[in-house]
């Protein structure tokens, strides 16, 4: 499976959530423009001699393409798992190439795809391939969580957003652009005026969220912040690079979710991943939430108040290591 394509069309049409028109984002010096230039050019000649699908190199050039071609050198694409699960962290990822001439990387990213849309062993075996140790320096990737308690306290929106602003800033490199899948932008990685959600106003603006100490980390505040971040809507399909977060995140959490089922084999989180199946609801009903379960989520509440005995850990801990390279 390949990399589906979005077309010049669909861009226009909003599915791509930028800055505003006066932003400082473009990258207008000569030079810029000139290293833009050579490395677009580079890449082409790359995906070329690389024999990439038809379609492949489309969604490449169409995205990764376009910001390479303005001079951003390191482009970062960024996805989350687990928003949906009433159960467990959610996880984000980032990934980013570093060379965009690179032949096998380029032929790599042409065989992902959204994280949904593959089977576990096809995922799993991505996964082995997107992180290894030959790729250092060619690429870059990291993972970072944002944990059940976090979630409760801020809102999984607000949670997965961080959790993505995490894996960004955990890079061994800074990321000059950053493509968000979705159409929300993690407000950490934005300026004070900018939008973080759609709609027009100072309520979306990242100002509005900074009043709210629970809603936005204050040391985000001060932290460098990427040339251009844009949310662009189903874009784990579209763009190789959120493809790859996507994959990254979701099978880091996979891992996750088996490792804490050793932990509370009652609920089953091994075969459900902490989403609300019959099976999860019944164990939930019978033994009550453990302490991975999501408070603020409504059928944990319900199975709180309906006092169910707690399931008895097995182990003592779950180690949680997200990684970067």
């Known amino acids: 499976a390949g990399v589906v394509g979005g077309s010049r069309r669909a ?29 677009f050019k580079a890449f082409k000649a790359a995906a070329s001699k690389a024999r990439l699908s038809r379609i492949a190199r489309s969604a490449l050039e169409e995205y990764e393409g376009q910001y390479w071609a303005r001079g951003f050198k390191v482009v970062v694409g960024t996805d989350e798992a687990g928003r949906g699960p009433l159960a467990g962290p959610v996880v984000a990822a980032a990934f980013a190439v570093l060379d965009p001439s690179d032949q096998e990387v380029l032929k790599l990213l042409s065989t992902v795809n959204d994280s949904k849309k593959l089977s576990a062993k096809r995922r799993d075996e991505l996964y082995e391939e997107l992180t290894d140790a030959k790729f250092k320096g060619r690429t870059a990737w990291a993972i970072a969580e944002a944990s059940e308690e976090e979630i409760d306290r801020v809102n999984i929106l607000q949670a997965s957003l961080a959790a993505m602003e995490r894996s960004v800033r955990k890079l061994p490199v800074r990321a000059d652009c950053v493509l968000v899948d979705g159409c929300q932008r993690p407000p950490g990685l934005l300026r004070p005026e900018e939008s973080w ?35 662009i809507i189903k874009g784990d399909g579209k763009v190789a690079s959120i493809g790859a977060a996507s994959i990254l995140a979701k099978v880091h959490r996979d891992r996750f979710m088996h490792k804490l089922h050793e932990e509370y084999p009652a609920y089953g989180f091994d075969k459900h991943m902490g989403y609300g199946t019959k099976v ?46």
């Open 197 to 231: 959600t759609r709609g027009e106003g100072s309520r979306s603006s990242v100002a509005a969220l900074r009043d709210k100490d629970h809603m936005l980390d204050a040391s985000s505040k001060d932290k460098w912040k990427p040339s251009v971040v844009d949310a």
């Open 280 to 325: 999860h609801m019944e164990a939930l009903t019978k033994h009550g939430p453990c302490p991975a379960h999501r408070r603020s989520f409504a059928p944990v509440a319900a199975a709180r108040a309906a006092g169910g005995e707690a399931a008895t850990p097995v182990r003592k801990s779950v180690l949680r290591r997200p990684a970067a390279a």
């Open 11 to 39: 861009m226009r049409a909003g599915s791509v959530l930028r800055r505003p028109a006066s932003s400082s984002a473009a990258v207008s010096s000569k030079a810029g423009a000139l290293a833009g230039k050579a490395m």
